[in-house]
């Protein structure tokens, strides 16, 4: 069995709690009966701008880790990603602290599929040491990029602040992030996060805070902030603990509660005083 280096555990569990921390919840469950003034839109262009970006970080983290954990120690390797052209460039000031420095991860003008997605285009990666290096920074910008059609706009940065009291500390920032849908639809959408992983045998819990904010694709500006800290682990899909609030413009408050540490689906939406029990 492979075991996974620091910097693969460090962003697998990042990019969990991505597609967990927007709460989109299931159409048929949990709209039904939630008031009509409330704002799901922007709880589903804050989804829809998660999970690109997800996306960008799995390719990411993809290829940097295939060209650094593996392709330094073989002397080469194939891209885990056939159907890009990827091309980079090594810092090897010291040999033993080997790294990517640059990487552009082209797509070409007429897409492929990879992983279930069809992406054109480029990514473009600037690096200051490797993903698990202290202190090290990951700087991602898109080029004319395009996610199952959609145009995706923005600068990603991840920062890596060390270990310390017991835990990895990562920082994740979105700028500048644009989605344009396929029916011409626009949302824009930022996103300031730090996440703290703890690693112990046969475990791993990340805490993540921090806020994300955006104008849906009806011209409305909200923002999501994390009342308490969202907790997850490794063996449940869902955050176990933790608190959301999201507040738009002319919209009722939304708070959300994950509750106190079970893994489970559940939740509770407090709208204008009054609970709802849903299923995520």
């Not at 709209?31 to 409330?38: E, I, K, T, V």
Request: hydrophobic share 30%.
């Amino acid at each position: 069995m492979k075991v996974k280096s620091t910097s693969s555990l460090l962003l697998a569990s990042a990019l969990m709690l991505t597609l967990t921390y927007s709460c989109k919840q299931d159409r048929d469950v949990a709209y039904d009966d939630l008031p009509a003034a409330s704002d799901v839109e922007s709880s589903d262009d804050n989804t829809t701008s998660d999970a690109a970006y997800t996306q960008v970080y799995t390719v990411v983290h993809t290829e940097v880790s295939n060209v650094e954990d593996q392709s330094f120690k073989t002397d080469g390797g194939p891209s885990p990603d056939p159907c890009a052209n990827i091309t980079y460039e090594v810092d090897s000031t010291d040999k033993f602290k080997k790294f990517l420095k640059k990487m552009t991860i082209d797509y070409g003008n007429s897409g492929c599929t990879w992983d279930g997605k069809v992406k054109k285009g480029k990514i473009l990666i600037t690096k200051t040491g490797k993903l698990a290096t202290a202190g090290s920074i990951t700087t991602v910008t898109l080029e004319n990029f395009y996610i199952d059609g959609a145009r995706v706009e923005g600068t990603a940065t991840i920062e890596n602040k060390g270990f310390a009291s017991g835990y990895y500390s990562i920082k994740f920032d979105v700028t500048g992030g644009k989605i344009k849908a396929t029916t011409g639809d626009t949302a824009t959408w930022e996103s300031h996060r730090t996440m703290d992983m703890y690693l112990s045998p046969g475990s791993i819990k990340t805490l993540m805070r921090g806020t994300s904010s955006g104008v849906n694709h009806k011209g409305i500006a909200y923002s999501v902030t994390t009342t308490e800290d969202l907790v997850t682990e490794f063996g449940c899909a869902y955050v176990k603990k933790g608190g959301l609030k999201i507040t738009a413009t002319g919209k009722p408050d939304i708070n959300i509660d994950f509750g106190d540490g079970t893994c489970d689906n559940k939740a509770t939406i407090t709208i204008n005083g009054v609970k709802y029990k849903k299923s995520l």
